[in-house]
């Protein structure tokens, strides 16, 4: 018997959770933005030209066998681009279909392109081009090494990656703060209590909650109110997650807060005003500005090993001071 010649292929987009067939060849979006595919099969020529493939959807093609040997027939190779505006262009090709492609489930990550066997860990397959824009910073080229991935880690292990940490810190530009909230942006775990409730009331809610002092609002079971609570949280560490419908927010920005511990606190300095410096530990600086005639308040940094900077002003108070964002710096008052 003859093998059967291989007609045109089925394609189809379809969600991630629906359950599929294990004899289709599967193309899985986690890349976290939506990219364009083009798949040409070159045993039939048939090109099925550019196509968006959206964050969260698959391609999947259910290959032509051969009736003799169970040997795939067709050979289906495919290109892939990644492209924001902002920062970087990407792209990558492969075999999707064929015996030559030694898999048959591929999850398209930040870092590369993942073959998924059937226990759900992934290995690295093929690595992207990338194509920095004049004005982004430098897009690391390091070598990426897989690491130890247990079932039902493959959405997340792109977070070991140099590019993508990268690429994480670029997207962090895209967020649009309204003072201490913003649409599309979330914050890695610390989750301390979530309830359900409308996106406007999601911080207020976190005020009221012993402990919160940050939370992320998402559409999951009609409006989810995430709680967390970080010790000195900062904005910067939201990361940008390309869901318009998300609300992520803190109460306090501690990135621009000087968090006082009774007269001194760190990360803070007093413009002007020097009477003298002394090199010293920063621990003995507020009590030697205290026997320095005429001191009011001081700074300490770790300028030439560690240096007091006394100061004098009449009716010097705290809130006279700036925050620095160098948490070796300590400032005070008498």
Known sequence: MDPIAPG???IILIPFFNALNNKLNLLQNYYGM????RCVDTTTKYDYGWRKLEKGYEITIKP??????????DQVYCYVKAFNEEFVNADVEFWFVSQKAE????SIQRNGIFCIGENGIGYKKYDWKYYPLPTSSKVPTTTY????VQPGDIQIIDK???????????EKK???WNGNWAFACDFAGYNL???????????SRCSEVKGCTHFTWTDFNGGTCWMKSKYRIMRSEAFYTYNTKMVCGVLVDYSQAIVWNGNWAFACDFKGYDLTNQIMPGDKCGGRCSQVKGCTHFTWSNYNGGTCWMKSKSGITKTDAFYTGDNSMVCGIL
């Open 145 to 148: 090494i897989v690491p130890n």
């Open 64 to 73: 032509s066998l051969s009736m003799v040997t169970g040997e795939i027939l």
């Open 193 to 203: 209590v979530n309830e359900k409730t409308s996106g406007e009331r999601c911080g």
């Open 34 to 37: 939506d990219l364009q595919v």
């Open 174 to 176: 895209l967020i649009q």
């Open 160 to 170: 070991f990656s140099e590019y993508s940490s990268w690429l994480t810190e670029q």
């Open 103 to 106: 898999c048959t489930q591929f």
């Open 8 to 10: 045109p292929l089925d």
